[in-house]
């Protein structure tokens, strides 16, 4: 009998703090379209699978008058979980709680089940919904912030670390998710900025709405901070679940495999890629061509489009696509596109998920911009991660493939695995127009007629180098494929790469041009 | 956006038809920084400003002090001349990139 009162006792006190900031505050983050940390990890997590580690703990602060004050949970959820059967670490910060802002045992709940997340090798979810730092608890609240950024930095390459933004997320506390590998936002829910609206009106006397510095539009189609848009929470939460499908839950376990499946029958290789390479068509149709059930989920789709990234399956296994997008800006690498592919390639890499590349280029994007904004360092950043990756490797050449372009897109040369080539493909220095203007300038300028000499010229240098054979003379080709026979080749090329091991030089780390 | 068969990009002498970016078409064209120019590199209060139309300054002169970031700002004359024009006041809150004087060089 004694025990049972405990019981009571025990259900009384959890009832109190499962009520968070209590049913005002629970009414004004609705009114908001928001819904509450609870209802955010049951959405998200497997039906009746979470285990709440730490609902008991309170802040010990007391300046301000805080030490009156007790904030349930200390305005976080963290616990583990299952999706999709497979284990997850998730923390959900409770707006509704002081705003959700951050003090030392707020910080601590959420590291505590980053360091469970690291030691049990499974993926962390992070819902960040948050006013900030709680200035009553001062210095204590930074250094919360910078546990939790070194926790993420060396969870970074071993657990898949995904930050969901579904709410304010302001200052320092922006820098959580940036360090993770995707960030999940929401249209008019997330914001994400340094400094805020308020700030920049003082200062600058500029008024800008939240929205418009830093909602998630801008995160998505700007500022590249975002990788996945979702239009309200419902679909952020299956747009997670459906990536936690593609990748492994730790860098030692590799991606689930499932049944092998046949692309639908509605995409035709042979028949998306124009002839003329200046024309455009849209590459994620040749992807959708060769894989799985044409099941492409697209990573950053609204970010750099002339680069197009994500995950799909071949023969039931995870690889990484990486295309250039004829549709566009012609599909030229930039400061950009160079940055999404680089970091994309990095987390393959670090998750052992095969990398495909499918190449059509025209090359690198002139113009003032471009050299001022550091398209060198940013360019070699796609050189550094293509080469230093040592998972498989496997690249096909659809059309154009020029200059400095054909060498960083997963060229041999950076040691792709297999390279397959079109018949359509086109392997040389420039295009035929620019490569003739040069070769052939003194014949053209002293012709009597320029333009038709030029003509000439052109299509000479057409017929002799845009092929995809020379290249093959040399071996920087293994095979020039019909494009019927990508789907057989990259499946061939994906069972044969399995047990790929390369050993690389014993170091601490390189050095790439971040 | 423009349709994917509006837009056009030259890349080495070739003409290729695609959809341009948003960053793209609103690129804005470079031209020579002008010395006689003096332009804010950050944004802040204009706390005070130290010389007059007409004067003649020389090249490392403070010409204004600019409040930023809570940091008073020296802004120095990268030339000797004469001041043309100065088009901000004290107390003005002025964006980067915002003229602040003008120097017909000597």
Same mark, same amino acid.
């Given at each position: ?21 209590? %049913? ?8 908001? &379209? ?18 709440? /580690? ?20 200390? #305005? ?23 705003? =959700?802002?951050? =003090? ?21 979810? =992070? ?25 993420? $930095? ?6 898949? +670390? ?9 200052? #320092? ?49 700007? $500022? ?12 952020? /939460?299956? +747009? ?84 250039? *997008?004829?549709?566009?800006?012609? #599909? ?18 670090? /998750? ?17 911009? *471009? ?23 496997? $690249? ?37 127009? &620019? ?63 399995? #047990?790929?091991?390369?050993?690389? @030089? ?9 | ?9 030259? @890349? ?11 960053? /793209? ?10 010395? &006689? ?27 204004? @002090?600019? %409040?930023?970031?809570?940091? +008073? ?5 990268? @030339? ?14 002025? &964006? ?11």
């Amino acid at each position: 009998m004694a025990l049972n009162r405990k019981i009571e006792e025990l259900r009384e006190k959890k009832k109190q703090i499962l009520l968070g900031g209590g %049913e005002k505050a629970i009414e004004k983050q609705k009114a908001m &379209g928001k819904r509450t940390a609870r209802e955010r990890i049951s959405a998200l997590v497997d039906k009746d699978s979470f285990m709440e /580690f730490d609902l008991f703990i309170e802040h010990d602060a007391r300046d301000f008058d805080m030490d009156k004050k007790s904030l349930a949970g200390d #305005g976080v959820i963290v616990g583990s979980g299952t999706i999709n059967g497979s284990p997850v670490a998730v923390y959900a910060q409770d707006f509704t709680v002081a705003g =959700g802002s951050l =003090g030392m045992m707020h910080s601590r709940k959420i590291t505590k089940i980053m360091d469970y997340a690291l030691k049990m090798r499974m993926p962390l979810i =992070g819902i960040n919904d948050s006013g900030g730092a709680r200035i009553q608890e001062g210095v204590n609240s930074l250094a919360g912030y910078g546990e939790i950024f070194f926790r993420n $930095t060396i969870s970074s390459g071993v657990i898949p +670390q995904i930050s969901v933004i579904l709410g304010p997320c302001a200052g #320092g506390a922006v820098y959580s998710p940036a360090l993770t590998d995707f960030v999940f936002v929401v249209d008019n829910i997330s914001k994400m900025f340094i400094t805020g609206p308020e700030v920049i009106k003082t200062v600058l006397g500029e008024e800008i709405s939240m929205e418009d510095l830093g909602g998630a539009r801008v995160h998505s189609e700007l $500022t590249g901070n975002a990788h996945f848009f979702a239009s309200d929470e419902e679909e952020c /939460f299956a +747009q997670i679940k459906k990536l936690l499908t593609f990748i492994p839950r730790n860098n030692r376990n590799g991606a689930i495999a499932v049944e092998a499946r046949e692309p639908d029958g509605k995409f035709d290789p042979e028949k998306i890629v124009p002839d003329d390479p200046t024309l455009p068509y849209d590459v994620r149709d040749v992807i959708r061509a060769v894989v799985d059930k044409s099941d492409f989920f697209e990573i950053m789709e609204m970010y750099a489009r002339n680069m197009v990234i994500g995950f799909a399956r071949l023969g039931g296994v995870t690889a990484g696509f990486v295309a250039n *997008q004829p549709q566009e800006m012609a #599909g030229v690498l930039d400061v950009d596109s160079s940055d999404k592919a680089a970091r994309f390639i990095r987390f393959c890499d670090a /998750f052992n998920i095969p990398i495909v590349t499918f190449m059509d280029l025209p090359g690198y994007l002139p113009g003032v911009d *471009q050299e001022h904004a550091g398209v060198i360092r940013h360019g070699a950043k796609v050189l550094y991660s293509y080469c230093e990756a040592t998972v498989p490797k496997i $690249t096909v050449i659809l059309r154009k493939a020029y200059g400095g372009g054909y060498i960083a897109m997963g060229s041999r040369h950076l040691r792709a695995d297999f390279v397959f080539a079109w018949p359509s493909a086109e392997i040389a220095v420039m295009g035929p127009e &620019g490569a003739a203007n040069i070769i052939f300038r003194k014949e053209i300028m002293s012709s009597d007629d320029p333009e038709e000499t030029r003509g000439k010229k052109v299509e000479e240098y057409r017929k002799k180098f845009a092929n995809p054979y020379v290249a093959a003379s040399r071996g920087y080709i293994d095979a020039v494929i019909e494009p019927g026979e990508t789907r057989a080749c990259l499946l061939h090329a994906i069972k044969a790469t399995a #047990g790929k091991t390369v050993k690389m @030089i014993d170091k601490k780390h390189g050095n790439p041009p971040f | 956006m423009e349709d994917k068969d509006t837009g056009r990009l030259n @890349i080495d002498s070739t003409i290729y038809t695609t959809r341009l970016s948003r960053k /793209f078409l609103g690129r804005k064209p470079w031209s020579p920084a002008d010395p &006689g120019s003096v332009v804010s590199y950050i944004p802040g209060t204009v706390l005070d400003i130290l010389v007059k139309e007409g004067q003649a300054v020389k090249k490392g002169e403070d010409l204004i @002090i600019l %409040e930023a970031m809570k940091m +008073q700002n020296f802004i120095k004359s990268v @030339i000797a001349g004469k001041i043309k024009k100065i088009t901000v006041e004290k107390g003005d809150r002025i &964006g980067k990139g915002t003229l602040l004087l003008e120097i017909d060089p000597d």
